[in-house]
């Protein structure tokens, strides 16, 4: 029986028949046979066991889809590689922590300088991930949080003691010029904020060599906080002040802290997984934000933007979902998130309320967890990261979202 050999041209609609592919002149064609009878117009024959070749003159306009399939291609790869990195430095961080906390830290020198060539090729691998598919940072054309992928733990914190299970890392959200690589570490053994060390970039957090450490106390001054929910923008740390009740900045690069009152704001009601977390922060593409609850609201979560200049609150609004129920809190782009427990091993994003709106939705993104109980729950938009600290030990997760304009762009070949 003969075969019509049809050439065209390749769109996002692909047949998922095809048999053959080929490439002329940088445009992506595809072959496939066809039974004659199919078919009113005829444009040759071939036997079953010919070779069918097809040719294509096409001006020099036509979408470079040759190219955009070598992208796909390499996006794939990059993507197993990432998976296969991220295993790889899950085992070796068991193993170094047992080594570190057990015998003198020369006996593991080795093993660490290979665990950071591991993580610098790993953080090479993100990068090349991050300009395939998250090319617009910064911005907020999407439709919000679509999943979290799996939980990446970096290490044990850098008091190298698990007992330090009340803290935060993260990187700053709106970095002053020269410091788009540092990171940052604050930990305890309860609920107090005193000491926050910085790391010129993530090198220097693994090999936990800190370029300062700042103390909130001295003895001529007590600027101490509580409730491990800070944030850092623009070189200043806030966070909850001890006493008064208040929230609080402190300017790593003056040195000076200034305290304002939150009206109405209650210290009775704090998140399920720590005590003390009344005054929540943090940063988005849209700026600083502050949740906590009040008598009024009968311990449900406010919210309230912050004018940074100003410090004070804008603008503030009442949500219905009830704040000891909730595991943390987080915003990207004006949308408050809120999680809970699932089981031992899963956590989820329960609920959204977007302060544009004023609308709020009930969703279920579920997440893993490294560990049962996590304290700090942190976005960060100058890399689209949450930033996790998990029963003493650094965890991140990469955050996908919904693309308004997806029916717009051609379709993946994954």
Not at 331 to 356: K, P, Q, W
Request: with cysteine.
């Amino acid at each position: 029986k003969l075969y019509n050999c049809t050439c065209i041209l390749y769109s996002a609609d692909v047949h998922r028949h095809i048999v053959c592919r080929s490439y002329k002149n940088d445009h992506y064609l595809l072959c496939f046979p066809k039974p004659v009878d199919l078919w009113t117009e005829r444009n040759g024959t071939v036997g079953p066991g010919d070779q069918c070749t097809c040719e294509a003159f096409l001006p020099g306009s036509t979408f470079p889809m040759g190219e955009l399939v070598q992208l796909e291609q390499t996006a794939v790869q990059i993507s197993h590689k990432l998976e296969l990195e991220i295993v790889k430095i899950t085992s070796i961080i068991v193993v170094l922590t047992r080594l570190e906390t057990k015998y003198d830290k020369n006996l593991v020198l080795v093993t660490r300088r290979e665990y950071i060539k591991l993580q610098q090729k790993l953080e090479e691998c993100e990068r090349r991930h991050n300009e395939i598919f998250n090319p617009n940072i910064g911005s907020c054309n999407h439709g919000g949080i679509s999943r979290l992928s799996k939980p990446i733990i970096s290490q044990l914190n850098a008091n190298l003691n698990a007992g330090y299970m009340y803290g935060g890392w993260g990187k700053d959200s709106k970095p002053l010029p020269g410091s788009e690589n540092m990171y940052w570490y604050s930990a305890s053994t309860d609920t107090s904020v005193r000491y926050v060390s910085v790391y010129t970039d993530y090198y220097s957090l693994i090999m936990r060599q800190a370029k300062k450490t700042y103390d909130l106390y001295a003895t001529n001054r007590d600027w101490r906080g509580t409730g491990n929910n800070y944030v850092i923008r623009n070189n200043t740390l806030y966070y909850q002040f001890a006493n008064p009740f208040s929230m609080a900045k402190y300017n790593m690069t003056s040195q000076t802290a200034e305290y304002r009152v939150v009206p109405k704001a209650s210290k009775r009601f704090s998140y399920h997984y720590s005590a003390n977390q009344n005054l929540d922060f943090a940063a988005d593409e849209n700026g600083l934000w502050v949740t906590y609850a009040t008598e009024e609201s009968k311990g449900k979560l406010v919210l309230g933007k912050i004018d940074e200049v100003a410090f004070a609150l804008k603008e503030v609004w009442q949500t219905s979902v009830f704040k000891p129920s909730v595991g943390n809190t987080f915003m990207v782009c004006g949308v408050l998130y809120a999680t809970r427990s699932v089981d031992i091993h899963t956590d989820e994003i329960f609920y959204m309320y977007n302060t544009r709106t004023r609308k709020e939705n009930y969703v279920s993104i579920p997440f893993k967890k490294f560990q049962e109980n996590y304290v700090y729950l942190d976005y960060n938009p100058t890399d689209q990261k949450l930033y996790m600290f998990n029963r003493g030990y650094y965890v991140s997760y990469h955050v996908w979202f919904n693309q308004n304009n997806q029916t717009n762009k051609p379709q993946l070949l994954i």
